[in-house]
């Protein structure tokens, strides 16, 4: 029996669970900063911004003059000369220029503009919000794989610790079947065991593997077997919020309900700069020109001619077909889905804060109990022991005694990591920082 065991802590030594050669500590706060910076969604979320920055200044521009210069140059074939009378007729032109420049001042645009910037601006501040919420989500799911990478390495370490129980166990076993004092039988329920812990021993160390490669993909930089995180243990639980408390922080602070707060709300500005279109539009115009010849004196002249003018421009869109009703009925609409998804997001956050702090309470709960449990099964496992050694109980008695502390132990580690997670969850429910 002890020519496996040295090969497995010969193998544990090479892959690097036992060496702390070279070991670097990775913390959360690394991981989830690894992670928001390499995320290529949350540079999705930051290219958003900077799309509705444009577009704000684009509605922004709307306000301003807009200025505009024309050059024209035009040569025609087949004009004919027009008699005014009896001799006199209008010279034909047929080499015609002209240039112009102009400037046009929007005066009154029905509240378009205004609605069009205050929406634009709503929509800036939303996709702000949308990108903390998902620096959020990033961060909560950076925790969760971390403490699940924690609890695998802190269950390695522990079953290996079994396996060396389990193999000394194995080996007073054998000594003893040799010497009388047990059976073939108890032999093969000793190597049950064994085989049994170190199946979950592998397990452990595959879901550690699984974890390592999640992160890789979070944070962009690999994990190596040298790399260690921080023990999932808890010293202090703390005092978890009330229900009220939590549901207040959550509706305050959840970054998603703050951004479609604003989108509704922006949905509702574009609605009222859709109406605007119902309305009359004046618009004050001065430009400045030359002609070669200017048309606009008679006779024309083949000369060079200015002429300016200043004067104000009124539009009104009396009937279009109902193409401004349908986009009006069509923005309305689009504002009622806001309030509605922003209905349903609030409703679904209230579950999620239960629900998180539920989990919460239970796992703390877990953790006491499993811990408790532990103390119990090591208790257990020293007297089964030394009953069994003084020949007082069975070998069955040694081998349950044994599983029961391996199982404990195994709870116990499991119960540390949740309570980790279900922290971070419950945070992350409230709107708090993870």
């Avoid at 039988?185 to 049950?192: G, H, K, P, R, S």
């Avoid at 002609?291 to 279009?320: C, H, K, M, Y």
């Amino acid at each position: 029996m002890k020519s496996p065991i040295t090969k497995l802590v010969v193998t544990l030594f090479c892959s690097g669970f036992l060496s702390l050669q070279a070991a670097t500590l990775i913390t959360p706060a690394e991981v989830v900063r690894l992670t928001l910076v390499h995320s290529p969604s949350l540079k999705e979320k930051e290219t958003d911004i900077l799309i509705s920055d444009a577009r704000q200044k684009e509605a922004d521009a709307g306000r301003l003059p807009r200025l505009d210069a024309k050059a024209q140059a035009h040569h025609f074939e087949g004009l004919e000369n027009n008699p005014l009378s009896p001799g006199v007729s209008i010279p034909v032109l047929e080499n015609q220029y002209s240039a112009s420049i102009g400037i046009t001042q929007p005066l009154y645009t029905g509240g378009r503009v205004t609605h069009q910037k205050h929406a634009a601006r709503l929509t800036g501040e939303a996709m702000r919000h949308a990108r903390d919420a998902h620096s959020a989500d990033l961060t909560l799911s950076a925790l969760i794989t971390y403490w699940q990478w924690s609890k695998s390495l802190a269950l390695s370490t522990a079953l290996l610790s079994a396996i060396e129980r389990t193999s000394a166990l194995a080996t007073d076993t054998q000594n003893l079947r040799q010497a009388g004092l047990a059976t073939d039988n108890d032999q093969f329920a000793t190597e049950v065991l064994l085989d049994q812990v170190r199946l979950q021993f592998e397990d452990a160390v595959r879901q550690a593997d699984l974890s390592r490669v999640r992160l890789a993909q979070l944070t962009g930089r690999p994990f190596t077997l040298n790399d260690t995180p921080e023990p999932p243990a808890q010293h202090e639980v703390g005092h978890p919020p009330t229900l009220q408390e939590a549901l207040q922080n959550a509706i305050s602070n959840r970054a998603e309900l703050a951004s479609l707060r604003l989108n509704t709300r922006a949905a509702m500005a574009l609605t009222e700069a859709t109406r605007a279109d119902r309305r009359p539009q004046l618009a004050l115009i001065a430009r400045y020109e030359q002609g070669n010849p200017n048309t606009r004196n008679f006779p024309p002249e083949d000369q060079w001619q200015d002429d300016a003018l200043i004067g104000a421009a009124v539009s009104w869109n009396l009937f279009d077909g109902g193409l401004t009703r349908a986009r009006i009925a069509e923005a309305r609409l689009q504002a009622t889905k806001q309030q509605l998804q922003l209905e349903a997001q609030e409703e679904s956050v209230l579950a999620q804060v239960q629900e998180a702090l539920l989990n919460f309470h239970h796992a703390c709960s877990s953790l006491k109990t499993a811990t408790h449990a532990e103390s119990s099964a090591k208790r257990n496992l020293e007297v089964a022991n030394t009953l069994w050694k003084n020949g007082s109980a069975r070998h069955s008695d040694a081998l349950d005694a044994e599983a029961k502390r391996t199982l404990t132990t195994a709870q116990r580690i499991a119960a540390e990591s949740d309570v980790r997670i279900r922290r971070a969850a419950l945070k992350h429910a409230m709107g708090d920082t993870p």
